[in-house]
C-alpha cells in the first residue's frame, strides 16, 4: 500500500464529516479532541503536547492525550479507544508510517477527522500538519559540510517513521555540498541511551571519524556523551530538533548545529485544524512549519 500523505477532502467528504463530526464532544458542550503521541519520553513530544493544550485551551476543546511509548501496536489500540470514546477528531503523530494503517482506517470508519502531525500516517487525513523533513536533512548535511571534512558517522531514528526516512533522505542528498563522506550509520531509534551505544560500538570501527549527523538531538546528545572531550574539538556533531537539550550543547560547544523544529507550533496548528475539522468547517490541508539552522552564531535567539 501505499503512504498517502496529502490527500484533499472532497466536497463531500467534508459533507459527511460535517454530519458525522459536528456538535458536542464528549464532554457535552465542549469538543474532545484526541491527540495520539508517539511517545513523551522525549522533550520534542512534550513540548508538541503543550502547544497543542495550549491551542485547545485557546479554543475552548478538550484535549485527551495517550502515549504510545513508541509501541506502534499499542498505538493503534489506543487510537481504537479513542474512537469509541467519542472524541470529534484524531490527532495522530505516529509510531511507524506503516504501521498506522488501522488506526487510520478506524477512524475513517468511524467518520472522525484525522489529523497528521510531525509524521505521514498510511491512509486519508483530513489535514497534514509537518515541518520539510528532507529539506531539513539536507541543511544538516551542510553543517556538518561546514564544520567539518572527512568520514562522517550518520544515527537513524526509528526506520518505520516517516521522519527519519525523510531526514536520512535529505541528509543522502545534502552530501555534495562539502567534503563529507558516510563511513558508517547505526539505527538507535531516536532514543539517547541508544544513541550512545551506538556510537561507542562505531568508534571501535572508526575510531578516525570526523563527525556525526544525529537524526534528532537525543541521539546527538548521546554521541556526544560517547565522544567524551572529542565532541565539538576534533569531531563535530550535528542533530535535529532545536530541543532545549541541544541548544544547551551548541552553547557548551559540544553541539555543532541543530536543525529546529517548531514542536509547540506543529501541536498547536494540529489542534486548530482538527477543531476546524470537528465542526465540519474548512480546513488547511498542508500545514508547513518552518525548520530553522541553529548554531552558536543564533543560539541566543532561541534559548528561552
Request: with cysteine.
Amino acid at each position: 500500500m501505499k503512504v498517502t500523505r496529502r490527500i484533499a477532502l472532497t466536497l463531500g467528504a467534508a459533507a459527511l464529516l460535517a454530519t458525522g463530526c459536528s456538535g458536542t464532544g464528549a464532554s457535552g458542550g465542549q469538543i474532545t479532541i484526541g491527540l495520539a503521541v508517539s511517545t513523551l519520553n522525549n522533550p520534542f513530544f512534550v513540548e508538541l503536547q503543550q502547544g497543542a493544550q495550549e491551542m485547545a485551551d485557546q479554543l475552548g476543546a478538550k484535549l485527551t492525550v495517550v502515549d504510545a511509548q513508541n509501541d506502534a501496536t499499542n498505538q493503534v489500540n489506543q487510537v481504537q479507544t479513542l474512537v469509541t470514546q467519542g472524541v470529534k477528531a484524531i490527532i495522530l503523530n505516529p509510531v511507524d508510517t506503516l504501521q498506522s494503517a488501522p488506526a487510520t482506517k478506524a477512524a475513517e470508519t468511524a467518520n472522525i477527522p484525522l489529523i497528521s502531525v510531525d509524521r505521514a500516517v498510511e491512509g486519508k487525513v483530513a489535514a497534514e500538519v509537518a515541518s520539510n523533513n528532507v529539506s531539513g536533512g539536507s541543511l544538516a548535511a551542510i553543517e556538518l559540510g561546514r564544520a567539518t571534512s572527512g568520514e562522517v558517522a550518520h544515527l537513524k531514528g526509528i526506520p518505520g517513521a516517516s521522519a527519519s526516512r525523510d531526514r536520512g533522505q535529505g541528509f543522502e542528498q545534502g552530501l555534495n555540498s562539502g567534503n563529507i563522506k558516510v563511513v558508517a550509520s547505526a539505527v538507535a531509534d531516536f532514543d539517547r541511551a541508544k544513541g550512545l551505544n551506538e556510537t561507542t560500538n562505531l568508534l571501535q570501527g572508526h575510531p578516525g571519524i570526523k563527525g556525526v549527523f544525529a537524526e534528532n538531538d537525543e541521539m546527538a546528545l548521546g554521541a556526544i556523551k560517547a565522544l567524551g572531550a572529542r565532541a565539538g574539538k576534533d569531531v563535530q556533531v550535528v542533530g535535529f530538533d532545536g530541543t532545549p537539550d541541544g541548544l544547551k550543547a551548541i552553547q557548551d560547544g559540544t553541539l555543532a548545529a541543530t536543525i529546529a523544529q517548531q514542536p509547540k507550533l506543529l501541536g498547536s496548528k494540529a489542534v486548530e485544524q482538527a477543531v476546524h475539522a470537528a465542526k465540519g468547517e474548512p480546513v488547511q490541508q498542508v500545514v508547513d512549519v518552518e525548520v530553522k539552522v541553529i548554531t552558536a552564531k543564533n543560539v541566543a535567539e532561541f534559548v528561552k
